[in-house]
C-alpha cells in the first residue's frame, strides 16, 4: 500500500514542529520556576519583618530584632530597623536570582511590617 503523495509530504512534520518548540517550552518552564522561588522569598521575607516587628514591639534590643528577623529571612537577606517614639519598623530584602542561569538579572524582593510597643515597653 502506498501513501498518497500530499501524506508523504507531511511525514515527520509533528517531530520538526515539536523540536522547533522544544526551547520555547523550556524557557517559559524555566521562567515559571523563577517566579515560583521569586514568590517564595517574598513570602519569607514577609515571615522575617513580621518576627521582626514582633520582637521589637516587646522591647527587645535592635542586634535582637535583627537576628530574629535574619532567622527566618531568606539567604542573603538585609535586615532595617528603624524605631521612632511610637512605632518600629523592620524591612526585609533580597535579591533573588534563577539559580540555573547566575548571569541573569536578579529581580529584588522587599517585605515591611511595623509595630507599636506593647504597654510598659520603652525604647
Partial sequence: MTLPVAARRTRGSVTAETAA????????LGAGL???SAVEA????VDAARAGA????????????RGSALSVAPAGATVVVTRSAEVARVEV?????PRWGASLPGV???ASAASVAEPG???
Wanted: hydrophobic share 55%.
Fill in 21 to 28: 518548540v522544544l526551547p520555547a517550552l523550556l524557557v517559559v
Fill in 34 to 36: 523563577w517566579a515560583v
Fill in 42 to 45: 517574598q513570602l519569607e521575607c
Fill in 54 to 65: 514582633r520582637a521589637a514591639s516587646r522591647g527587645e534590643s535592635l542586634e535582637r530584632v
Fill in 93 to 97: 530584602s533580597v535579591n533573588v536570582r
Fill in 108 to 110: 529584588t524582593v522587599h
Fill in 121 to 123: 515597653v520603652e525604647w
